[in-house]
């Protein structure tokens, strides 16, 4: 995965690049800088038809209202939704995948369990002209995806590895200091952008010695949380602070990749009986929120799901109108058989400090900040 570029980012909707689909249905009048190949304009689909969500297990908050936004939404465009999850695991997301294109979904919007084990699913989607977004987690090694809507991935870890950087000198003082890194679920293509933009801040840290990873756990494999479990995170570090700061040596940071596992690390921590570090979080989770608030953890990112939602959703209604999908990033995400267009959206990291400016317009996380 490239480092992504923040100038990308800087495109907004309109100055989108408009893509030629993958299938022979796309091209014609798009009004944009269409790489089409100049076939006649797509008659789209019909209005009212059905369009598939698959999502993963619910591993976050994210995920939760993502399936209520999908369908509300959904149904408001005038389509009809399936949203399923998928808590037995990749087997069920395959099946639904399958029976999403048995009942007619035009559009198919996959959140992978793990983005490497859909292909023959997707395969035979793109056979039948079903076109697949990819939602939030990039689908890998298979040409049968077509559009990529997510925030920016890499940016999010560079915004968790800049905030524990600034938390530290804000409540630790001077350092040197010692932190320890968790990184999300190997199975899921989100997790490395993460690791790799936090490690890009925080690695020359290590290596000036202004950080030390005093566990010596620091490769992604190393410091990996199978399926996003809250009970993986806590149970590595009831390990690490036992064998490494049992003997007193402070623990001052540590890298979450997200609030539940932040969460997690926060309580085998305190059952130590060690003072609270730095953590970094992400998805602005209700608890992870109050935390903030009361000055426990130190950050989070907000990616507003109803914005990816809506942008989905966006989505649909120019492939039901037979017009393109839009990009604003075709380099970063290569899926190991394609360049996947993307449409990113940027992440915000919230702190004690802006959460009530952030959160002003959420109608959940507003009224927790003020
Ligand atoms: C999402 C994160 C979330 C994680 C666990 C990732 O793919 O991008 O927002 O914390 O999955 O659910």
């Not at 990816?308 to 058989?337: C, H, M, P, W």
Request: aromatic share 6%; hydrophobic share 35%.
């Amino acid at each position: 995965m490239k480092k992504l570029t923040t100038t990308l980012l800087a495109l907004t909707a309109a100055s989108a690049l408009v893509l030629s689909g993958c299938s022979s249905d796309r091209g014609g009048d798009s009004g944009g800088d269409s790489t089409g190949g100049g076939e006649s304009a797509a008659a789209g689909f019909e209005e009212g038809a059905t369009i598939g969500v698959a999502l993963p297990q619910k591993t976050s908050e994210n995920w939760v209202l993502a399936e209520e936004l999908f369908n509300d939404g959904l149904t408001e465009a005038g389509f009809k939704p399936i949203v399923q999850f998928a808590n037995g695991g990749v087997s069920e997301q395959q099946s639904q995948i399958d029976a999403m294109v048995e009942q007619g979904a035009k559009v198919i919007i996959v959140g992978a369990i793990d983005g490497t084990q859909l292909g023959s699913q997707l395969k035979s989607a793109a056979d039948q002209g079903v076109k697949v977004i990819a939602y939030d987690r990039l689908l890998e090694n298979t040409d049968a995806v077509d559009l990529y809507v997510a925030f920016d991935n890499f940016r999010v870890g560079e915004l968790q590895g800049e905030a524990l950087l600034t938390g530290l000198a804000e409540r630790k003082g001077e350092g040197p200091y010692n932190i320890e890194l968790i990184a999300g679920s190997p199975d899921d293509a989100n997790s490395t952008p993460f690791f790799e933009g936090a490690m890009s801040v925080l690695q020359p840290k290590i290596d000036d010695g202004t950080l030390t990873v005093v566990s010596g756990q620091t490769s992604q494999e190393q410091v990996a949380t199978q399926g996003w479990k809250a009970e993986n995170a806590q149970k590595r570090m009831d390990t690490i602070v036992s064998g490494s700061y049992g003997d007193g040596t402070e623990l001052h940071g540590i890298l979450s990749p997200n609030d539940t596992l932040a969460r997690a690390a926060l309580t085998s921590v305190s059952q130590a009986g060690l003072p609270t570090p730095v953590i970094t979080g992400q998805d602005s989770e209700v608890e992870s929120v109050k935390s903030i608030v009361a000055g426990e953890q130190y950050s989070t990112i907000y990616k507003d799901t109803r914005e990816l939602v809506a942008e989905s959703i966006r989505q649909v209604q120019l492939a039901q109108k037979g017009e393109d999908f839009e990009a604003n990033d075709t380099e970063s995400y290569d899926n190991g058989v394609k360049v996947v267009p993307a449409f990113l959206l940027d992440p915000i990291i919230v702190t004690q400090e802006n959460a009530a400016d952030v959160y002003a317009n959420d109608p959940t996380l507003g009224p927790l900040t003020q």
